[in-house]
Protein backbone atom coordinates (compact mmCIF):
# COMPACT_ATOMS: atom_id res chain seq x y z
CA UNK A 1 0.00 0.00 0.00
CA UNK A 2 1.32 3.49 -1.30
CA UNK A 3 0.20 6.56 0.61
CA UNK A 4 0.74 10.27 0.50
CA UNK A 5 3.07 11.62 3.36
CA UNK A 6 3.40 15.14 4.69
CA UNK A 7 6.29 15.15 7.01
CA UNK A 8 6.63 18.82 7.92
CA UNK A 9 9.55 21.10 8.61
CA UNK A 10 10.83 19.54 12.40
CA UNK A 11 10.94 16.21 11.18
CA UNK A 12 13.62 17.14 8.75
CA UNK A 13 15.38 18.53 11.76
CA UNK A 14 15.60 18.03 15.90
CA UNK A 15 12.68 15.39 14.73
CA UNK A 16 14.68 12.86 12.48
CA UNK A 17 13.85 10.29 14.69
CA UNK A 18 10.11 10.87 13.98
CA UNK A 19 10.31 10.39 10.84
CA UNK A 20 13.06 7.98 10.07
CA UNK A 21 11.37 5.02 12.65
CA UNK A 22 8.19 5.68 11.05
CA UNK A 23 9.30 5.00 7.58
CA UNK A 24 11.10 1.80 8.83
CA UNK A 25 8.32 0.54 10.45
CA UNK A 26 6.14 1.41 7.41
CA UNK A 27 7.78 -0.87 5.45
CA UNK A 28 7.86 -3.53 7.69
CA UNK A 29 3.65 -3.33 7.77
CA UNK A 30 3.42 -2.90 3.92
CA UNK A 31 3.04 0.65 3.61
CA UNK A 32 5.08 2.87 1.75
CA UNK A 33 4.90 6.74 2.82
CA UNK A 34 6.04 8.58 0.20
CA UNK A 35 6.50 12.30 0.16
CA UNK A 36 4.36 14.77 -1.22
CA UNK A 37 6.12 16.51 -4.01
CA UNK A 38 7.43 20.48 -3.05
CA UNK A 39 5.67 20.53 0.56
CA UNK A 40 6.11 23.41 2.75
CA UNK A 41 6.03 24.67 6.18
CA UNK A 42 2.19 23.84 7.52
CA UNK A 43 2.53 27.54 9.50
CA UNK A 44 3.02 25.62 12.91
CA UNK A 45 -0.38 26.81 14.14
CA UNK A 46 -3.89 27.30 13.07
CA UNK A 47 -4.90 30.64 12.50
CA UNK A 48 -8.22 31.47 13.80
CA UNK A 49 -9.15 34.59 11.75
CA UNK A 50 -11.50 34.01 9.25
CA UNK A 51 -9.62 36.69 6.76
CA UNK A 52 -6.62 34.54 7.70
CA UNK A 53 -5.94 32.91 3.93
CA UNK A 54 -1.82 33.45 3.19
CA UNK A 55 -1.02 30.72 6.28
CA UNK A 56 -3.32 28.65 5.29
CA UNK A 57 -2.35 27.81 1.53
CA UNK A 58 0.45 25.55 2.09
CA UNK A 59 -2.14 23.17 3.56
CA UNK A 60 -4.08 23.41 0.51
CA UNK A 61 -1.54 23.01 -1.61
CA UNK A 62 -0.67 19.76 0.41
CA UNK A 63 -4.43 18.47 0.56
CA UNK A 64 -4.61 19.29 -3.54
CA UNK A 65 -1.41 17.23 -4.27
CA UNK A 66 -2.85 14.12 -2.32
CA UNK A 67 -6.35 14.29 -3.76
CA UNK A 68 -4.71 13.81 -7.56
CA UNK A 69 -2.73 11.28 -5.73
CA UNK A 70 -4.88 8.46 -3.96
CA UNK A 71 -6.98 10.47 -1.68
CA UNK A 72 -5.42 10.25 1.53
CA UNK A 73 -2.66 12.16 3.57
CA UNK A 74 -0.78 10.70 6.41
CA UNK A 75 0.55 13.25 8.97
CA UNK A 76 3.09 12.50 11.59
CA UNK A 77 3.55 15.14 13.93
CA UNK A 78 1.08 16.64 15.74
CA UNK A 79 1.12 20.47 15.25
CA UNK A 80 1.29 19.40 11.48
CA UNK A 81 -1.85 17.22 11.78
CA UNK A 82 -3.41 19.90 13.41
CA UNK A 83 -3.23 22.58 10.79
CA UNK A 84 -3.86 20.32 8.08
CA UNK A 85 -6.92 18.81 8.97
CA UNK A 86 -8.09 22.22 10.48
CA UNK A 87 -7.88 23.58 7.09
CA UNK A 88 -9.11 20.88 5.34
CA UNK A 89 -12.65 21.49 7.56
CA UNK A 90 -12.57 24.59 6.39
CA UNK A 91 -11.95 23.99 2.74
CA UNK A 92 -15.34 21.25 3.27
CA UNK A 93 -17.58 23.83 5.09
CA UNK A 94 -16.40 27.31 5.47
CA UNK A 95 -17.58 29.36 2.10
CA UNK A 96 -15.71 31.85 2.50
CA UNK A 97 -12.09 30.50 3.16
CA UNK A 98 -12.44 27.93 0.25
CA UNK A 99 -13.42 30.80 -2.16
CA UNK A 100 -10.33 32.71 -1.65
CA UNK A 101 -8.03 30.32 -1.21
CA UNK A 102 -9.22 28.80 -4.35
CA UNK A 103 -8.78 31.80 -5.89
CA UNK A 104 -5.55 32.59 -4.86
CA UNK A 105 -4.18 29.28 -5.94
CA UNK A 106 -5.99 29.50 -9.38
CA UNK A 107 -6.11 25.16 -9.19
CA UNK A 108 -7.08 23.11 -12.05
CA UNK A 109 -10.52 22.34 -10.05
CA UNK A 110 -11.48 23.79 -6.81
CA UNK A 111 -10.70 21.76 -3.79
CA UNK A 112 -13.42 21.64 -1.30
CA UNK A 113 -11.94 19.60 1.48
CA UNK A 114 -12.27 15.73 -0.58
CA UNK A 115 -8.90 14.48 1.13
CA UNK A 116 -8.76 12.06 4.07
CA UNK A 117 -5.98 13.56 6.49
CA UNK A 118 -5.26 10.64 8.90
CA UNK A 119 -2.43 10.55 11.52
CA UNK A 120 0.10 7.72 11.38
CA UNK A 121 -1.59 6.19 15.00
CA UNK A 122 -4.72 6.08 13.06
CA UNK A 123 -2.85 4.67 10.18
CA UNK A 124 -1.56 1.74 12.60
CA UNK A 125 -5.17 1.37 13.92
CA UNK A 126 -7.36 1.27 10.84
CA UNK A 127 -5.60 0.59 8.15
CA UNK A 128 -2.94 -1.87 9.54
CA UNK A 129 -5.16 -3.26 12.22
CA UNK A 130 -3.49 -3.31 15.90
CA UNK A 131 -3.98 -7.13 15.89
CA UNK A 132 -1.73 -7.42 12.82
CA UNK A 133 0.88 -5.74 14.16
CA UNK A 134 0.99 -7.70 17.57
CA UNK A 135 1.66 -10.62 15.17
CA UNK A 136 4.65 -9.01 13.72
CA UNK A 137 6.44 -8.03 16.86
CA UNK A 138 9.57 -9.35 17.58
CA UNK A 139 11.00 -7.98 20.30
CA UNK A 140 8.41 -7.11 23.18
CA UNK A 141 8.72 -3.98 24.49
CA UNK A 142 8.44 -4.89 27.78
CA UNK A 143 7.84 -1.74 29.46
CA UNK A 144 5.94 0.71 31.84
CA UNK A 145 5.02 3.26 29.47
CA UNK A 146 2.51 6.10 29.79
CA UNK A 147 1.20 7.94 26.54
CA UNK A 148 1.61 11.68 26.55
CA UNK A 149 -1.07 12.89 24.03
CA UNK A 150 -0.95 16.57 24.50
CA UNK A 151 -3.16 19.22 23.05
CA UNK A 152 -2.91 19.15 19.26
CA UNK A 153 -4.29 15.37 18.31
CA UNK A 154 -7.39 15.66 20.58
CA UNK A 155 -8.61 19.16 20.25
CA UNK A 156 -10.87 20.43 18.60
CA UNK A 157 -12.72 17.33 19.46
CA UNK A 158 -15.59 17.67 16.75
CA UNK A 159 -12.81 18.51 14.35
CA UNK A 160 -9.90 16.24 14.97
CA UNK A 161 -11.78 13.58 15.81
CA UNK A 162 -8.85 11.98 16.76
CA UNK A 163 -10.42 10.11 20.14
CA UNK A 164 -11.88 11.02 23.06
CA UNK A 165 -10.46 14.25 24.00
CA UNK A 166 -11.18 13.67 27.68
CA UNK A 167 -10.52 9.90 27.92
CA UNK A 168 -8.35 8.81 25.01
CA UNK A 169 -7.41 5.48 24.01
CA UNK A 170 -5.17 5.17 20.88
CA UNK A 171 -2.02 5.28 22.52
CA UNK A 172 -2.42 2.47 25.26
CA UNK A 173 -3.99 -0.08 22.48
CA UNK A 174 -0.49 0.80 20.51
CA UNK A 175 1.17 0.13 23.96
CA UNK A 176 -0.44 -2.68 24.07
CA UNK A 177 0.02 -4.29 20.93
CA UNK A 178 4.44 -3.60 20.47
CA UNK A 179 3.86 -5.80 23.98
CA UNK A 180 4.43 -2.77 26.66
CA UNK A 181 1.99 -2.05 29.60
CA UNK A 182 0.00 1.07 29.43
CA UNK A 183 0.15 3.10 32.08
CA UNK A 184 -2.98 5.68 32.33
CA UNK A 185 -2.64 9.22 34.38
CA UNK A 186 -4.58 12.06 34.42
CA UNK A 187 -2.43 14.57 33.38
CA UNK A 188 -1.76 12.00 29.68
CA UNK A 189 -3.56 15.21 27.53
CA UNK A 190 -2.92 18.17 30.01
CA UNK A 191 -1.07 20.92 27.69
CA UNK A 192 2.78 20.89 28.30
CA UNK A 193 3.13 24.41 28.00
CA UNK A 194 3.91 24.35 24.27
CA UNK A 195 5.42 27.53 22.55
CA UNK A 196 5.15 29.28 25.28
CA UNK A 197 8.55 27.69 26.23
CA UNK A 198 10.09 30.75 23.65
CA UNK A 199 8.76 33.90 25.57
CA UNK A 200 8.30 32.37 29.46
CA UNK A 201 10.09 29.00 30.39
CA UNK A 202 8.56 28.82 33.70
CA UNK A 203 5.39 27.79 32.74
CA UNK A 204 5.97 24.74 30.43
CA UNK A 205 8.68 23.64 33.10
CA UNK A 206 5.91 23.82 35.56
CA UNK A 207 3.51 22.13 33.61
CA UNK A 208 5.80 19.70 32.79
CA UNK A 209 7.32 18.79 35.90
CA UNK A 210 3.62 17.97 36.85
CA UNK A 211 3.09 15.83 33.43
CA UNK A 212 6.19 13.80 34.50
CA UNK A 213 5.62 13.46 38.24
CA UNK A 214 2.12 12.56 37.73
CA UNK A 215 3.21 9.75 35.03
CA UNK A 216 5.80 8.34 37.46
CA UNK A 217 3.13 8.52 40.52
CA UNK A 218 0.86 5.59 38.20
CA UNK A 219 4.20 3.60 37.36
CA UNK A 220 5.24 5.13 34.26
CA UNK A 221 8.97 4.75 33.37
CA UNK A 222 9.00 5.92 29.77
CA UNK A 223 6.49 8.31 28.05
CA UNK A 224 6.11 8.20 24.67
CA UNK A 225 4.54 11.24 22.23
CA UNK A 226 4.13 12.06 18.68
CA UNK A 227 4.86 16.22 19.06
CA UNK A 228 8.47 16.95 19.18
CA UNK A 229 7.23 20.01 21.08
CA UNK A 230 6.09 17.94 23.37
CA UNK A 231 9.20 15.97 23.66
CA UNK A 232 11.41 18.93 24.09
CA UNK A 233 9.28 20.50 27.01
CA UNK A 234 8.93 17.55 28.58
CA UNK A 235 12.55 16.10 27.92
CA UNK A 236 13.72 19.42 29.46
CA UNK A 237 12.05 20.08 32.13
CA UNK A 238 11.46 16.52 33.65
CA UNK A 239 13.51 13.58 35.10
CA UNK A 240 11.94 10.74 33.03
CA UNK A 241 12.94 9.34 29.71
CA UNK A 242 10.54 10.74 26.84
CA UNK A 243 11.03 8.87 23.20
CA UNK A 244 8.60 9.09 19.94
CA UNK A 245 6.00 5.81 19.73
CA UNK A 246 7.89 5.63 16.25
CA UNK A 247 11.05 4.59 18.13
CA UNK A 248 9.74 2.12 20.02
CA UNK A 249 7.34 0.64 17.10
CA UNK A 250 10.55 0.36 15.73
CA UNK A 251 12.62 -1.18 18.38
CA UNK A 252 9.31 -3.91 18.58
CA UNK A 253 8.95 -4.78 14.94
CA UNK A 254 12.94 -5.20 14.99
CA UNK A 255 13.98 -2.78 12.69
CA UNK A 256 16.23 0.03 14.77
CA UNK A 257 19.11 -0.62 15.10
Known sequence: MNICY??????????????KYARLSAEALGVTMEEIKDWQCCGAVYPTARNEIATKLSAVRALDYAKHNGGKLLTLCSACHNVIKRVNADMAEDDNIRTKANNYL???????????VIHYLEMLRDV??????KKKVVKPIGKKIGAYYGCLLLRPGKVMAFDNPEDPTIIEDFITAIGGEAVKYPFRNECCGAYVSFK????????????????RSHGAETLVTA???CLYNLQKNGDMPVVYFTELLAEALGVKA
Open 6 to 19: YPGCTLKTKAKELD
Open 106 to 116: ALEEPYVGETQ
Open 128 to 133: VGFDEI
Open 200 to 215: NEDLPRQRSEAIVKNA
Open 227 to 229: CPL
